[in-house]
């Protein structure tokens, strides 16, 4: 069973380790359990890789250079979740990713898709940290989920270029751009100084396991690419195209906000 699943995760690009007995993974939101009309037993874990190289004229996150991830696993969820009920009627499935039950970094961790990294985030062999975390729950016990190293863990190579290079004062820069309202003076500048209009990746970037992280083979994230924002691009953008991008959820607001942090004469 396990191989079939994993046969259908590998033609989706996915990263796929094991199944984990659900009683492993870490709840952070059970409330989103509760409309599930069966009993959870496993979770499938995968990573989704999204790197792509160049653009080094970039302000903002690469994860955010894309489309939103969320629209493409909206179209995993379509593809993915059909074939998989047809391979197994009897079963129940459902995919989350990010907007998760459960914490995906310690549940991939267990599963064997990577270690944690001093960074906070999974590291891969393939494709570094660059990756999407996401989940198939399911009622189907794989048969040899007994197998599984239910506690696997792993850490990195703990040389601390991460710490050593992250910019933050007050709390970690990837959610500083996207706090709503007005900035303080010192936020401000954190920005400024940090060069990004959209998340941060000073962690990901000096960390040793992105050196030789593969690129993704997944065309979604090789589209409609805009390494670089700037006012008039983000005017110019309809509400359907805007829609679309990574920021969108936060309004238009928070992101031209922060573009013009690096407009203003005092900078
Ligand atoms: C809320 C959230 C954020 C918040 C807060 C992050 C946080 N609290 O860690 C903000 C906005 C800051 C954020 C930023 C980013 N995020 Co985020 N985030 C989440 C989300 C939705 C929930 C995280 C959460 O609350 N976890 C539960 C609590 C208990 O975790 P925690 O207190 O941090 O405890 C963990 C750490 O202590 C860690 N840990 C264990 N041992 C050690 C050891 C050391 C030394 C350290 C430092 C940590 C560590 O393990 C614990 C359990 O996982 C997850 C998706 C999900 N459902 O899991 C994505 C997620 C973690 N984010 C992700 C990404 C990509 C990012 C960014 C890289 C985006 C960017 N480029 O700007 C940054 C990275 C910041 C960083 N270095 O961690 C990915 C990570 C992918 C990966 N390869 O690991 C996830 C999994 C989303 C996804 N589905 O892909 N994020
Ligand atoms: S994302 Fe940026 S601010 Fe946050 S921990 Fe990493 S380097 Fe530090
Ligand atoms: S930079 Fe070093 S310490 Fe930080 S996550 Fe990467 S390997 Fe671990």
């Not at 496993?42 to 302000?59: D, Q, T």
């Not at 990195?156 to 309202?181: I, M, R, V």
């Not at 959209?198 to 990901?204: A, L, N, P, S, Y």
């Not at 983000?234 to 407009?263: H, P, Q």
Request: proline share 4%.
């Amino acid at each position: 069973m396990i191989d079939i699943l994993k046969r259908v995760f590998t033609e989706e690009h996915l990263l796929l380790c094991e199944a984990l007995p659900f009683s492993a993974c870490s709840l952070i939101a059970p409330h989103k359990l509760k409309w599930l009309d069966f009993e959870v037993r496993s979770a499938i874990i995968f990573a989704i890789p999204y790197l792509v190289k160049g653009e080094e004229k970039r302000n903002v996150s690469r994860y955010a250079v894309s489309r939103d991830y969320h629209l493409y696993v909206s179209q995993l969820q379509e593809r993915l979740l059909p074939r998989l009920a047809s391979l197994f009627p009897d079963a129940h499935f459902v995919l989350f990713a990010d907007n998760s039950p459960i914490d995906e970094r310690d549940a991939a961790v267990k599963a064997g898709i990577g270690v944690m990294g001093k960074n906070g985030l999974v590291l891969t062999e393939k494709y570094g940290s660059y990756v999407f975390l996401g989940e198939v729950l399911t009622d189907l016990v794989p048969q040899n989920i007994g197998a599984i190293r239910e506690l696997a863990s792993g850490v990195c190579h703990n040389c601390s270029a991460c710490q050593t290079a992250c910019p933050k004062l007050s709390c970690c820069l990837s959610e500083l751009t996207q706090k709503k309202g007005t900035l303080s003076s010192e936020e401000a500048n954190e920005i400024r100084s940090l060069g990004s209009v959209w998340g941060c990746d000073v962690c990901q970037e000096v960390c040793p396991y992105n050196n030789a992280a593969e690129e993704t083979p997944i065309s979604f994230f090789r589209e409609y690419r805009l390494p670089y924002l700037t006012k008039s691009l983000l005017v110019g953008m309809t509400d359907e195209e805007f829609s679309c991008r990574a920021y969108a959820w936060r309004k238009r607001d928070t992101i031209l906000r922060n573009l013009e942090l690096f407009e203003s004469e005092s900078y």
